[in-house]
């Protein structure tokens, strides 16, 4: 059994602290196996890309803090900047790629939607014939890079095979990946939001952005996603407030002031409309 902790105080981990364990690797990418029981008991994030694949697996895999059970045949990526934790039980068997946010940017484009639609949808279910197509990618990028003299643009092109199909299986999973793929007005909105959350928060600033009314793109939100445009805005400041009471020692005034809010009053009252608790009783629990 492996077992991390983190200090309180540490947040971000970089994936320098990987290469000693690493099983192959290079500058821009690292390959590790996952095998037995491994646990992570303080959530932390990272400064790089990673995706795992699970072949036989069983636990509980905490991203921005949501409990996702960890099953057989299953992909999680996680973002930089995403919180994690895990609890990996004994006979787990996956495998896992970190990668460099520049050598990311060479096969992002192959993940076929917003990276946020992935964040809000970290854990993919596939099926036995995508397992097999992505375990031949994994394995060929694990011998790739045990070669003395391994090729980065062959291993940047198997890690977009990888995202090609990665996308693929989550456009078959999630209604809401096709919704953004067909409409390309929400895919847009989707991502100013990802840029512009802390500072805007009105639906009229990203209306304006998208050359249409406030209300038309609440109608485009209820009639596709179900939810208000003001909701998903919501849903991605809540989510970034999780991820920083859990995951730094900001107080809940910094941590309001650094989402925007110039009231930490307002922000706890935000907070625990979304979530049901207070900023500080969600920190408690973690």
Same mark, same amino acid.
């Given at each position: 059994?492996?077992?991390?902790?983190?200090?309180?105080?540490?947040?971000?981990?970089?994936?320098?602290?990987?290469?000693?364990?690493?099983?192959?690797?290079?500058?821009?990418i690292l390959f590790n196996e996952l095998h037995g029981q491994r646990i992570i008991e303080k959530?932390?994030?990272?400064d790089?890309?990673?995706?795992?694949?699970?072949?036989?697996?069983q636990g509980v895999h905490n991203i921005d803090s949501v409990d996702y059970l960890i099953g057989n045949y299953q992909v999680h990526v996680l973002f930089p900047g995403q919180m994690h934790k895990w609890d990996i039980k004994a006979g787990t068997v996956g495998y896992q790629l970190m990668i460099e946010s520049a050598f990311f940017e060479q096969f992002a484009p192959y993940f076929r939607f917003s990276f946020t639609n &992935?964040?809000?949808?970290?854990?993919?279910?596939?099926?036995?014939?995508?397992?097999?197509?992505? &375990?031949?990618?994994?394995?060929?990028?694990?011998n790739e890079l045990k070669r003395d003299n391994s090729l980065k643009h062959l291993i940047s092109a198997r890690a977009a095979v990888i995202a090609a199909i990665v996308s693929r299986e989550a456009e078959n999973t999630f209604t809401e990946f096709k919704? &953004?793929?067909?409409?390309?007005? /929400?895919?847009?909105? @989707?991502?100013?939001?990802?840029?512009?959350f802390k500072e805007q928060k009105l639906v009229a600033f990203y209306?304006?952005?998208? @050359?249409?009314?406030?209300? &038309? /793109? @609440?109608?485009?939100?209820?009639k596709n996603l179900k939810i208000s445009a003001g909701q998903l805005i919501q849903q991605r400041v809540c989510t970034e407030a999780k991820r920083l009471l859990q995951a730094t020692s900001l107080s809940i005034k910094e941590v309001a002031f650094e989402l925007g809010f110039v009231d930490h009053a307002y922000f706890s009252n935000f907070f625990k409309g979304q979530t049901g608790i207070t900023p500080t009783g969600f920190r408690e629990k973690r």
């Open positions: 059994m492996r077992k991390y902790e983190e200090d309180n105080s540490i947040s971000v981990i970089s994936i320098q602290g990987f290469r000693d364990g690493q099983l192959a690797g290079r500058e821009e959530p932390h994030t990272h790089f890309f990673i995706i795992n694949l699970f072949g036989l697996a &992935y964040q809000n949808h970290p854990v993919i279910q596939l099926t036995d014939e995508a397992f097999d197509l992505l &375990y031949y990618e994994f394995d060929a990028i694990k919704v &953004y793929q067909s409409n390309t007005r /929400l895919a847009e909105f @989707n991502m100013l939001i990802d840029e512009f209306a304006e952005k998208l @050359n249409i009314s406030a209300n &038309y /793109l @609440n109608i485009l939100c209820k």
